[in-house]
């Protein structure tokens, strides 16, 4: 079936160090959106891409699309002790409305 | 608040009984979606509504669950003679605008606990 994939599945890193997570769809995507999910919460949205080979920066966020439009990843710069929680991406297949998330990166951050 | 909220927040039942659900989506916004999320695991695409209308079922919506949106604005999520398998956090969003450039945003769900 339509999957996304995402990996790692956890990642544990000093505060200061940079963290990176990413996606793999196996069809192409329209657009893939990001969300971040605190624990206990529910899922945020951060951003939207579209366009292949995309790139998008939100403060220490770099997001980016691939060219094949199959593959995303979300770089933090120097994680802080807020950036924790699960970060998900999700994939737009045909413009139908349905997102089919990945199943998501936690990011835990040692002060 | 304008966001999306939904009733209960929590919700203990025991195997076998029928639970409801309420989304209130935020007021403009005329699509409607349910998701289901288990531990460690991203949302699952339940069904959608555009407006009143329930555009499309996800095959993990067996027919023992219900959702209706009767006047485009609330929606009910019912799951009858529940199973444990049914544990999960239940995730309503909504949004607007074209496919493919909207924002989906999400309430806090409800958490149904099935013993």
């Known amino acids: 079936g339509q999957q996304v994939m995402q990996i790692p599945q956890y990642q544990h890193v000093q505060e200061g160090e940079d963290f990176t997570t990413y996606c793999n769809s196996s069809?192409?995507?329209?657009?893939i959106q990001w969300y971040k999910q605190r624990p206990g919460g529910h899922p945020v949205f951060l951003i939207q891409l579209v366009k292949s080979g995309e790139v998008k920066k939100q403060k220490r966020l770099t997001f980016q699309f691939g060219e094949a439009k199959k593959n995303s990843s979300l770089h933090i710069t120097a994680t802080q002790t807020t950036d924790v929680g699960t970060y998900f991406c999700a994939g737009d297949l045909d413009s139908s409305y349905k997102l089919i998330f990945g199943s998501g990166t936690r990011l835990l951050v040692r002060p | 608040d304008t966001g999306v909220s939904q009733d209960p927040r929590h919700k203990i039942t025991k195997r076998g009984q029928n639970v409801t659900f309420r989304c209130d989506p935020i007021?403009?916004?005329?699509?409607l979606y349910w998701y289901r999320q288990t531990l460690g695991q991203g949302p699952e695409f339940l069904t959608y509504?555009?407006?009143?209308?329930?555009?499309?079922k996800s095959r993990l919506l067996s027919d023992r669950f219900s959702a209706e949106r009767p006047k485009g604005s609330f929606s009910t999520l019912e799951i009858q003679r529940t199973e444990q398998g049914d544990s999960a956090m239940y995730l309503c969003?909504?949004?607007?605008?074209?496919?493919?450039?909207?924002?989906?945003?999400f309430g806090p769900g409800t958490r149904l606990l099935v013993l």
């Open positions: 509504f555009q407006n009143e209308a329930q555009l499309e």
């Open positions: 007021s403009e916004h005329n699509r």
């Open positions: 969003a909504s949004s607007e605008g074209l496919a493919g450039v909207e924002t989906q945003y």
């Open positions: 069809t192409t995507l329209s657009n």
